[in-house]
């Protein structure tokens, strides 16, 4: 508990630093999202009004187990009864088997429709939690507190929920809005490094999409933990364009930038038990996608090299060479996004502005993968 | 091939009694369902136009492989490069095994948002095939043309999709609407008569909670194929019902009449190998809800008395007694409908009028299986 006190505390530090202390609430019609501290947040009126007598049910991984449930069970005197059902840590555990431990414990503890589920940590938890809550007798309440900055900009927000079946990441799932978010950023403080320069890339991704000034904003602060302006701004962006879109048949579709290429070398390379995180993946799949931008779309070359920049700059080359581009586009066919044996990219036209729907041959995207991955 | 058209011949001669052959558009919000013969009704046109270019996947049981799809396949040309699904018959086969078998299939074909799954069956096939659409790619759409009386009026009108985990009826599922719902009374002429008894007792549940004037009706009707004024008003109390409260916060619970018991029935008798159909379950569900309905509410005497003599007259005494009333009542706890450790009920005040939200005791609950199933 010392430990834990302690992180809070360096955390609270960092977050006066930047002066908010007082929560923020995100403007969106679909999702409920309020970004400061949690104790200061509505967390604790929901608890204390519609759950009141619910069974609360917190769903954790190990690394938040023991870094951030602390915290929670001495702040929140409603939570003291609570039963915590702990995931194994790592996108590998998001499959069917997990859920169904979960169900079993459901059941076990009674759960009804009316309880509630509070998922507690990276994405895998509130994508898995989120998913087993809403299948749950069809959906059980939740509200998701993301601790990694990857779930904070990106997975909590626009109420997909869903986990993987073999290679294929986030097949089974379902859309389903979580009762609130809440996004404080003094979790980070408990986040390694790498976590946090995987988050960093779906920040980086929602200014090539939708902002030229937040991109500029972003080169100078991409060091240490991102402020909460930043953060606000790269929620928004994403509640603004779900709001628009929620079932992803036009608009949202803009998000998927640089996730084709993404979810596929992320998907084949955990099969081959190499670790990497989402977002490294989303990094190398945003410049693949930036060379196909400049090819097919409209992306000037100086702006290609401006992403190419930051991309090598921040991320580490993977381990990727041509002997598995086939197997990569083959993943890629089985991707969500697609709607017939083509190829969908959503891709830039210039830094700021995304276009969706470009249906692509093979030639065009081996041509990419081997600009940037070749010899 | 033959016997397939022997078939249909003997259903078109019986449907022609009833001059059905147009098809009636039923009216509601939440769902769009057809009643009358498949190849009239909005099916092709659909198959046509919204699903011209998406691959159409047909998921059948053992039965409706054999006697329905055939029709299907020569009757709609658009259906000749449909793949087919076969699942396990039968309710102990709607398991997350075999949903996971399917998914496994979907990616094989590469199904994609934007392709057609067709539920061809019974309530198992509906429930089942509509979760395992709503969940692949977080929802691929879906047609449910159901086969069994009790798929028409019950188990394929009202977006409740699910599977079984363990003893636990529907524990997994989703809330989740069909594109459209073909319910082809011509199908019934393939239904053995133990389904035929399951199906009427949802056609009875529909009358006892929401009209005397059509309890009177069924009483004359009783016998045989029940014609398409019957289905259509049967159906048509679901569906007003089920758009006033889609997500069952409160009216939808009415059509819980019977199933707090029934499943509980249900769940047990098939954990033991007892071969059970719903309806059978529901009709005894049904009258130990009634006795419950004359003590705690205010369902007359005589009233109970009509409801009990249909019930003992139309439906064979189920394997129970005193012995498992204890694992019955446990079982109940685990029902969705409950939101506390007392036990939901919906409960007649009258023939025709339902109310929901009874918190009931396990001892009133106990004196109603005495009631019923004592020695």
Chains 1, 2 share one sequence.
Request: aromatic share 8%; with cysteine.
């Amino acid at each position: 508990m010392r430990f834990q006190k302690l992180k809070r505390f360096s955390c609270f530090v960092f977050y006066s630093i930047f002066k908010t202390k007082m929560v923020k609430k995100l403007a969106s019609k679909n999702n409920k999202i309020e970004l400061g501290l949690l104790e200061n947040s509505s967390f604790k009126a929901l608890l204390n009004s519609k759950y009141q007598f619910s069974k609360k049910i917190v769903i954790v991984d190990e690394n938040t187990q023991e870094l951030c449930w602390p915290f929670l069970l001495t702040t929140f005197e409603e939570l003291k009864e609570a039963e915590v059902i702990v995931l194994p840590t790592g996108e590998e555990n998001k499959v069917m088997e997990v859920c169904f431990q979960v169900w079993g414990a459901f059941t076990n503890y009674q759960v009804q429709r009316n309880d509630l589920i509070i998922n507690l940590g990276g994405g895998v938890v509130t994508d898995m939690g989120g998913f087993i809550a809403s299948v749950f007798k069809r959906g059980v309440d939740f509200i998701n507190i993301p601790t990694t900055l990857l779930a904070m900009v990106d997975a909590s927000v626009g109420g997909k929920t869903g986990i993987n079946l073999d290679v294929h990441k986030n097949q089974l799932g379902v859309f389903s809005n979580p009762e609130l978010t809440i996004c404080d950023a003094s979790f980070l403080a408990t986040l390694p490094e790498k976590e946090m320069i995987s988050g960093k890339a779906e920040i980086i991704k929602h200014a090539l999409i939708n902002s030229r000034s937040f991109f500029d904003e972003l080169t100078q602060y991409l060091e240490g933990v991102p402020n909460d302006e930043i953060l606000a701004k790269a929620i928004q962006i994403k509640a603004d364009i779900v709001d628009q879109d929620f079932r992803e048949q036009g608009e949202r579709k803009k998000l998927n930038f640089g996730h084709t290429i993404g979810h596929s070398i992320e998907g084949l390379l955990l099969h081959n038990k190499i670790e990497v995180t989402h977002g490294e993946c989303v990094a190398w799949g945003m410049l693949v996608e930036a060379y196909i931008s400049h090819e097919v779309a409209t992306l000037p070359k100086n702006e290609l090299q401006e992403i190419e920049q930051l991309i090598r700059g921040q991320y580490e080359t993977l381990a990727i060479n041509d002997t598995i581009f086939d197997s990569l586009i083959q993943l890629m066919k089985h991707d969500k996004k697609n709607n017939s044996d083509k190829i969908n990219f959503t891709l830039l036209q210039k830094i700021g502005l995304a276009k969706i729907n470009y249906q692509l041959e093979e030639d065009v995207i081996l041509r990419a993968l081997n600009h940037v991955f070749g010899q």
